[in-house]
């Protein structure tokens, strides 16, 4: 290596670390608009006159310029014009898309719900066709950034950051809105704009360290695209085998997430609204005493997995681990009140899913680093996956279904901790962005089937429910109530007196157990084929590999 590579940018360790952050901000705001809807699915039902089936069309619509190859031309594009352009490009796409759902939901348009949702399903298309690439891209800066590093530990958090935003826009949307539909996606698209300035001010880096880098082996960005690559990359074995456990991974978490507030508030009977005992003010909001909460949390996890490793005796490592666990179970006991009641409320604890991966990313994350075993992890997350489904399905106990959700967020842990990486080590830096676009678009065909598909099952699978509500609507209607009025009173009857029925969510999600069973075959051929091919998947990172495409 030339000593200017050894003087590069990315040789400080803080730099590197810097620039993770400021692109995490990115990562963050498209994640929080990708998830938030799921926190006020009960309140558009009542407020916006939908079926779940329409709501889960208006999450489908974030798939399908992907659906038909929007991600692999991105990626191509990717590789050809290189980080800087493309970011710029597809991530004003992302914003744009969001801007116009939030214009829609407004009803800035039409205040037809029948036009509101075409806008908004427009706008959620140019979001997607943005958020993909704009997550294909952040991956190809995390590995110009730390590959020979601490690859997938660094993967692991910018993905921490993305759970973060999956989590607080699932727990926050229904503070934020204040119940109304409008100001939660006002504020979502909002935090897209404020990534992609982010994204600008990390384009000051890059350009240096581009400069750096100029005519050494390293950089190669500008080297043409050809079809013949493409062809090698889709009849890999290794890679073909992760890119389908991407589909069955993210279509068996992704679209469940969408519908598991409201899988808690008519399974368990978990509340909606929060009561003003289990809300925290913080400079006269209770939408940032509560974002407080959560950034504590978040705190916690980073820290439980970060400082003992920067630690180098082994017994000041264990006191720090000692000092974080107290610190950590005083901060669980000063707001121990509040956690009991959030434990009763539906998008609150659903956000156990994105948190729990927090904390456990990071830690799959330092084991892949240092011991390997990412296809074993797979086997793990598609065992986990199965005992989810299986207890949010199935049975009707509460513990069950906490352990549940704690088991789905773990194994949510293992995609980015063990699965990105791994794409890392039989793909060539040069086609990473081709490679990781190939693997988002496979994974939006099983997206695009299941956002949908479980929403239309629950309705098919609940009639009477569909019609009481349908009835009710129109009666309150006619007595001439406005649709706040009207979502208010559906809300009281829903969660309430029970004067409507709860959907019941054992069918939909019960077919979701055989997206884990076709996980763990797919993880045993992935773990038999990186044995013939020798990509080093269940090495430690660092390990010697012969990459899909030559430089």
Request: aromatic share 12%; proline share 3%.
């Amino acid at each position: 290596m030339s000593e200017k590579i050894k003087n590069s940018l990315r040789n400080s360790s803080g730099i590197r670390w810097t620039v993770l952050i400021i692109i995490s901000g990115l990562t963050f705001g498209t994640y929080w608009f990708q998830d938030f809807f799921s926190g006020i699915k009960p309140l558009m039902i009542t407020e916006m006159g939908i079926t779940s089936s329409q709501f889960g069309t208006i999450i489908q619509w974030t798939t399908w310029a992907n659906v038909f190859g929007m991600i692999i031309i991105g990626g191509i594009i990717l590789d050809k014009w290189g980080i800087k352009r493309t970011g710029i490009v597809f991530g004003l796409l992302a914003t744009l898309g969001a801007a116009l759902t939030a214009l829609g939901a407004a009803g800035t348009f039409t205040t037809d719900t029948s036009g509101q949702l075409w806008v908004m399903m427009i706008g959620r298309l140019l979001y997607g066709s943005g958020f993909e690439i704009v997550c294909v891209i952040v991956m190809r800066t995390v590995v110009k950034w730390f590959k020979g590093y601490e690859l997938a530990l660094a993967m692991a958090i910018n993905m921490g950051f993305g759970r973060l935003g999956s989590t607080l826009g699932q727990a926050l949307s229904i503070d934020i809105g204040n119940g109304l539909v409008s100001p939660a996606v006002n504020f979502a698209a909002t935090l897209i704009a404020i990534g992609l300035v982010m994204f600008l001010i990390y384009i000051i880096f890059d350009v240096k360290l581009d400069k750096q880098l100029k005519g050494q082996a390293e950089e190669t960005e500008d080297e043409k695209f050809r079809i013949s690559d493409l062809f090698k990359l889709v009849t890999n074995k290794s890679f073909l085998f992760i890119a389908l456990l991407c589909v069955t991974f993210y279509s068996a978490v992704f679209p469940f997430m969408q519908y598991a507030p409201d899988l808690l508030i008519n399974k368990f009977n978990f509340t909606f609204d929060m009561p003003e005992s289990a809300t925290i003010v913080l400079f006269g909001s209770k939408v940032l005493g509560n974002l407080s909460i959560f950034l504590g949390l978040f705190i916690f996890a980073l820290a439980i997995t970060l400082v003992p490793s920067n630690i180098k005796k082994k017994q000041n490592k264990i006191l720090s681990v000692v000092a974080i666990l107290l610190l950590f179970a005083g901060f669980v006991y000063s707001f121990s009140d509040i956690f009991a009641i959030w434990l009763k409320n539906g998008p609150k604890t659903a956000s156990l899913i994105p948190l729990g991966s927090i904390l456990f990313t990071p830690i799959f994350g330092k084991i892949v680093d240092k011991k390997g075993k990412a296809a074993s992890l797979m086997i793990l997350g598609a065992l986990l996956l199965i005992f989810a489904h299986i207890a949010l399905s199935v049975f009707n106990n509460v513990t069950l279904g906490y352990l549940g959700l704690l088991s789905l967020g773990i194994a949510f842990s293992l995609v980015p901790a063990a699965m990105w990486p791994s794409v890392a080590k039989i793909v060539a830096e040069n086609r990473l962005g081709t490679a990781y676009a190939v693997m988002f678009t496979v994974q939006n065909w099983g997206l695009n089937a299941f956002f949908k598909g479980i929403g239309r099952v629950l309705d098919k699978a609940n009639p009477e429910v569909l019609a009481k509500i349908e009835q009710t609507r129109n009666t309150l209607e006619s007595q001439g109530l406005s649709n706040i009025e009207i979502s208010k009173v559906m809300q009281e009857m829903q969660l309430v007196t029970h004067e409507i029925p709860s959907f019941n969510y054992t069918a939909p999600i019960l077919m979701l157990v055989g997206l884990g069973i076709v996980a763990i075959f797919l993880a045993f051929l992935l773990k038999k084929a990186d044995y013939k091919q020798g990509y080093g998947l269940e090495r430690p990172s660092g390990t010697k590999i012969e990459p899909v495409f030559e430089k």
